[in-house]
Every structure is written in structure tokens, then in C-alpha cells.
């Protein structure tokens, strides 16, 4: 009888192992994909060499956007009179924000602490969830606690600057 008794420990470890490789996975797959769907925005806030910098003055907001004048601030760039930025808590109408403008088009990104904050927020909401999956699936609470403590700082400053 032995044998029985050894080959469930081993099974018991083949599944054990399972979960924590198919749980581990899950939760770097939710950080890379937070960290994909930030740099998406952050690239164009963080890596302003060459880029065209200004401010726009939000005259009017729809429904998903705003729009207002461009005044560019650095060298090279060109004044327009109508650029869009995604409406958010973060944007008012009558207020002006520091912004870049992305490349080919006239869309802006709020730019400064600010901006770079803001564009790593879906990052932020991924540490989150990495954290249930890490505390739940992997058993590893304390590591569950660093996730979830750099998710909600990154959260918690990107909405107190803005």
C-alpha cells in the first residue's frame, strides 16, 4: 500500500504545483497588460523630447471630449485653434492644462507630474486586481499587500495632482 500513499503526495504536488504556475501567470499577465494598456498614453507624457508642447484653454466639453486653442510653449511647435483632450474628472471646462500633443494628429495628453500619473492609472487598477489573484490564488499575502499598497499610492496620487 505504499505505492498509493506516494503516488496521491505526488499528485497532490502536481496540482499544487499547477495552480501556482497557472495563477502566477494570470497575475503577470494582468500587470504586463496594465503596464501595455499605460504605456500606450505614458509614452508621449514621459518622452517629451521633440514633441510639441503647450497649453490648451478648454472652451467647450461634449459628451466624451473637450475641446479649446492650442498655445505652444516649445520651440517648433505650431498654435491651433481647435485641439481635443478625453474628458475626465480630471478636465474642466474654463481651465488651462499643460499638454503634448500626439504625433499626426491634433489630440492632446495632459503632460507634467500630473499627466504621467494619470497615463499610469490603468497600471494602478491592474495592481489592484494582480493583488486578489496573488493573495487568493498563491496564498502569498504579504507580497498581495505590496500590489495592493503600490496600487492604491499610484491611484491615490494620480487623482490628488490632478
Known amino acids: 500500500m505504499p505505492s498509493a500513499v506516494s503516488s496521491s503526495q505526488g499528485a497532490v504536488a502536481v496540482l499544487r504545483f499547477g495552480r501556482l504556475a497557472a495563477m502566477g501567470a494570470v ?39 473637450c475641446t479649446g486653442p492650442f498655445t505652444p510653449v516649445s520651440p517648433g511647435a505650431r498654435a491651433r485653434g481647435n485641439v481635443v483632450i478625453d474628458k ?44 486578489v489573484v496573488v493573495a487568493g490564488g498563491l496564498r502569498a499575502v504579504r507580497a498581495a499587500w505590496v500590489l495592493a499598497g503600490a496600487g492604491v499610492a499610484l491611484l491615490t496620487a494620480a487623482f490628488a495632482l490632478l
Do not use: F, H, N
Not at 507624457?45 to 490648451?56: A, F, H, P, Q, S
Not at 471646462?93 to 492632446?108: E, H, N
Open 27 to 65: 497575475a503577470v499577465l494582468i500587470v504586463v497588460a496594465g503596464a501595455w494598456g499605460s504605456w500606450g498614453t505614458a509614452q508621449y507624457v514621459m518622452l517629451t523630447k521633440g514633441r510639441e508642447r503647450g497649453t490648451i484653454e478648454v472652451t467647450r466639453c461634449g459628451a466624451d471630449t
Open 88 to 131: 475626465s474628472v480630471a478636465v474642466k471646462r474654463g481651465q488651462t492644462y499643460a499638454v503634448i500633443v500626439k504625433p499626426g494628429s491634433d489630440a492632446v495628453l495632459r503632460s507634467g507630474p500630473a499627466g504621467v500619473l494619470y497615463a499610469w492609472v490603468p497600471l494602478g487598477g491592474a495592481l489592484l486586481l494582480a493583488s
